[in-house]
Structure formats: structure tokens, C-alpha cells
């Protein structure tokens, strides 16, 4: 009889266990899906409540870390993927991921161990020696360093990261003639390394063989035009060769790049000041002391840049801060004395005077304010007052170090990508650019706006913008409320429209499946509904993108978006946004020459639609017709899509070579 009893219970409870189940898996997948995506804040809630379902799974734990680790919380992901290794020990991508969120950390001997306890169980994976090695480098663990280069060209010989790496840690033991051979041999392999060519410039900086540095720079700025630092390096190379004009250029590209750059600042000031540009100098002057107030090179600098142009009190109180610090700078007492007398101060110029007079006594020379002696520079870190007027170099040349990771980067940071536009859909969020008022209208839309009675208001968009915490909980207030709604309502209509209303705001959660059960039973309620048809085919892609993403073939998928998008337009064949959305499946499946087709019937209905444009542009650039192509993408920017430009520049660029 008990027997019977637990036989029964059991079978009461096991459908809910295996809906739990289920239901975290759910929660998983959405939540990867969110990560795809980049929505980081959305993902992470979807994994909190797959934790709090079931906290002794490994993946929501080590999801969560990834999320975190692209929003810069390298200590959260450190503890999650700690976490997830308590609860399943033998993932390689556990330890790749907290070993690089330590790095960021500066915990380099703690990335060595997740490093080491990784290559037990994945030997060949040669993104974590890459990573191990330099962080042995960071330790001025040299020997182990070399041995494990050792190790790694031996079995990975063609590898030039690796001759990069032998030559960074000869060159912090001061063998240059290593680190040189060392790099020739990182260049023979790949000459197309940036990051190389820069090494093998600070080799030449450190020997003062400038023209030797400017031809290595150039060739690393042709490779990596968007690092501060090498021009930053080849305006001292030209400072000494003379070039003073090219210098002041390399100054302004790097500061283009980095504004907050402090030897870039520092530095062209200096150069400013030397060709008589006071004023330009000053303002140089004033941004350096934004960074460091306390920096008195540059606080006597512009001191003798105001004395020049005429501000005497500014030019007195800068030389009195460095004098209150360094009472026996004989320059800087000279220069106040001469500013007091120019303003009638008489007594306080004659005790400036008779400090230097005293000072004569004890030496023999006194310098006047030299020209900028371009053979002599400073480190940074060098206060001597003496040496305020020569350029000013970085403590130590450190090499940017390459970490191999797929968890790299921030994504506001990637280069401009030559992919397609995604698909507009139904969002509760308006179109919005930042050049242009361009309005996405659509009637149907509008129509049900008009008519549906709900508070939200449906937008047409194809910007996917990133949720916060405040908005991700009220989105899913909104979903609880609409369930409850929707449970109440008794008119198909209404139960219809708020159908639809819940599956956008699914849509914006990253609930795609749900959203699309809900589109179905709008659709079984209302076959005519071509915007229920529009948002399914948009839900469907988004779902056949990020499956695609883990290797599963989505042709049948495709099949059923296209289904969609033929019946939405049968029904609504002057929305050009359907057009231009089913244009965007064929250039997915590369069936270039309709998905132009369809771009160019949505520009006839609206010729202002930018993003018709650019993807036409691609289309005809990836189809082979280049011309036709930047002709589009040029429209593109023209209408406010400025990213069109840097792809035409490289299109461009391609076709001269």
C-alpha cells in the first residue's frame, strides 16, 4: 500500500519537476539569447531567476559572468564564474573567462592558475598559453615565460604572437639585440602586425635612431591608424628629425583620437610655445593642468606663456605656486621679478632680485630660458624644474598586451562592421537617428493606435536599444498585467490587440517564442492581421539568427519568415518596411539580386529610408557592383547613417589595391 501511495505522488510531481525544467532551460536560452544580442542587463535578469530556480545548475552562473564581464564588472565575473566552477569543474570556458576577468583585475599569478588548471583538460588550446605567458611577463616571471614560449613554438612554429612575446621579455632584460632578431622573425611570419612594428619603433626610440623609429611608426600606423600612442611616439621621432610641422600634425591626430592624452597635450604645447602659437599653447597648457593640478613643469610653462602674452598676474601666480615649492628655482624668481617690475611692483621684484643675487654668489652661471632643446627629453616622472622645457616621454614604453579571448572588447568600442541593417517591427519605442528628423510611419500601425484602446503606443523601429534594470522590471509588470487582461477579456478584439501589445513586449524582453505563440493566436483569431503576420516574420529571424549562431540550420525557418512577410504584404503592399524586411531575408540567405529588388521597391515608396539605402549598397558591394554599391551607401550617409562613410572608405580603399 505505501508502495502505491509513493508510486501515485510521484506521478503528481513529475510533470511540475519537469516543467521546472523546462522552464529554466527556457530562461536560459532567452537569456543567451539576450547575450547575442547585447541586451547584458536583460540577460542578466533572465539569469537571476534561473539561479534562484535552480542555483545548483553551472550555466545561468557562468551566462551571468559573461554579462557581467562585458559591462566591466570583472569582480561580479570573477565571483559567477567561481561560482559555476563549485558546481561543475571540467569547463575550459570557465577558467578562460575568470582568468581574463582577473587580468582585467591585475590579478595576473590567479590567471596563471585558472590558465594551468585549463590546459589540463585542453592541451592545444593556444589562446590560454598566448594568455598565460603574458601574464608570466607581468610578473617578471622571465624564465617560465621563455620556456613556455619554448613550448609553444615548438608545436605552434608558424605563430608570430609568440616571437612578439620572446621579444618584449629580451627587451625588459636589456638585450636589445634579442628582442630585435626576435621581432624580425615575429615580421617574417606576419608582416601585417601592428602591434610588432610598434615594438620593434620603441627599440629604435630607446637607441635614438629616429629616422629607423618614424619608418617602423608609419608602418604601424598604416596597420593600426586608431592608436594614440604611435603618433605619439613618431611626433618625438620628427621633433628630433627637425620636422617640426609633421610633428604638430602627429600631435593633433593623436589627440583626435584621445583627447584626455597628457603627452600629447603636454608635448604640442611645448612646440606651440617654440613657434611663437602662445595662445594655442596656453589652452594646451590649461587641459594638462585639468588632468594633474599639481603638475609644476606645466604650471611654470604656462607661467612664461602668460608672462609672453601680457597676463602678468596669471603669469605671478603660476611662478609663485612653483616657487612655494621650490624656493631655489633661480629661473622662476628671475621671470616673477621681471613681471613685478613691468607692473610697478618695485619692492617685491627687488626681493625677488636680491634672492638671485645671493644665489650668484654660490654660482657662477645662471641660465636664461633656453630655446627647446630638442635633443633632450624627460620622463615623466623626472621633477626636476631645470628640464621644464624639454619634451616629456612615457616612464616606460610598455607594449599593449593581446589577450586571446572571445570575451574581449567593449562593444561600443568595435569597429564599424559591413553587415545588413536589421528588420523593422513593432516596438514601444519611437524611430530615432542622430542627424536626422526622419519619422517611421506606418498607416496600419497608426490604424491600430487609433483603435486598439491601450495606453502603450506601437512604433515602427529597427534600433534594438539596450534595457536597464528600472525598464526591464516594467517591462515584465507590463507583460503580468496583460496576462491577467487577457485572462479577463471576454471580446476577440480585445483579447487580439493585447495578444499583440504582449508579444512586443516579449519581443523587447528577448522572449521571442513567446512572442511568437502570441502572434499565432492573434493570427488564429484574425487572419487578416498583416501586422501580427510582419511581427511574427521579425521574431522569427531574431530566433533564426542566434540558433544560426550555434551552428543549426535554418533554411526551413527562413522559409516560414518569407511565408510571413508575403502575406503581410499582400495585404499591406504600400508599407515599405515590409519590403525592405523581406529583402533583408534574401540577403541573409545571399540571394543578392531579389534582396535588391526588394530594397529598391521599398525606396520607391520611400525615398528617405536610409537603411534601404545601405543595405542596397551592401548588396550590390557584396554581389560584385561596387560602383552602384558606395553610390548607395553615400546616399545612405547623406540621409544620416554616417557609419556608411567608413564603409565606403574601405571599399574604396580595396578597389585601389
Known sequence: MLRKIVFFITLLFLPLAG???????????????????????????????????????????????????YLDDYVGAEHDCTEA???????????????????????FAEAVED??????????NRGMWHNRVLCRIQNKDYDRALAELDTMQTRWSKYAPAWSMRAEVYMLQKDTAKAVAALDSSLAIDPYDGSTWTMKSVVSLSRREWKDAEKYLDEAIRLLPREAGNYINRALSRVNLNNLRGAMADYDL???????????????GLLRAQVGDDNR?????????KLEPDNLMALFNRALLLDRTGDLRGAIRDYSKVIDRYPNFW?????????????????QAEADEFRIYKAQLYKSLYGVQPRLNKEQMRRRSDEDMDKYNQLVVADEQEVEHKYESEYRGRVQNRKVEAAFL??????????????????????????????????????????KAALDEPHTKQLFNYIDTL????????????RTSMLLMRSVAYAATQNFEAAIDDLSDCLQADTASALAYWQRAVCQSKVNEFNASLGTDMAMKYANVLADLEKAIALDANSPYLYYNRANVHAARKDYARAIDDYTRAIAIDGNLAEAYFNRGLARVFSGNTAEGVADLSKAGELGLYNAYSIIKRYQAEKKR
Open 85 to 107: 566552477i563549485d558546481r561543475n569543474p571540467y569547463v575550459v570556458n570557465i577558467y578562460e573567462l575568470r582568468g581574463i576577468a582577473r587580468i582585467r583585475q591585475n590579478k
Open 422 to 463: 536589421p528588420m523593422f517591427g513593432l516596438s514601444f519605442a519611437p524611430y530615432q537617428s542622430d542627424v536626422t528628423l526622419y519619422v517611421a510611419y506606418d498607416r496600419l500601425v497608426d490604424a491600430f493606435n487609433r483603435s486598439s484602446g491601450q495606453v502603450r503606443r506601437l512604433y515602427v523601429n529597427c534600433a
Open 19 to 69: 516543467r521546472a525544467q523546462f522552464n529554466t532551460d527556457r530562461l536560459v536560452t532567452i537569456g543567451r539569447s539576450a547575450l547575442y544580442y547585447e541586451d547584458y542587463v536583460l540577460s542578466i535578469q533572465y539569469f537571476n531567476r534561473a539561479i534562484a530556480a535552480k542555483p545548483y545548475l553551472y550555466e545561468p552562473w557562468f551566462y551571468r559572468g559573461v554579462a557581467k564581464f
Open 115 to 124: 590558465y594551468s588548471r585549463a590546459l589540463r583538460y585542453d592541451p592545444e
Open 281 to 289: 599653447a596656453i589652452i594646451d597648457f590649461d587641459f594638462v593642468l
Open 254 to 268: 593623436a589627440l583626435e583620437i584621445d583627447p584626455n592624452n597628457f603627452l600629447g597635450h603636454y608635448n604640442r
Open 331 to 347: 629661473t622662476g624668481l628671475h621671470h616673477r621679478a621681471a613681471c613685478y617690475r613691468r607692473l610697478g611692483m618695485t619692492k
Open 483 to 494: 496576462t491577467l487582461a487577457i485572462g479577463r477579456e471576454e471580446k476577440a478584439a480585445g
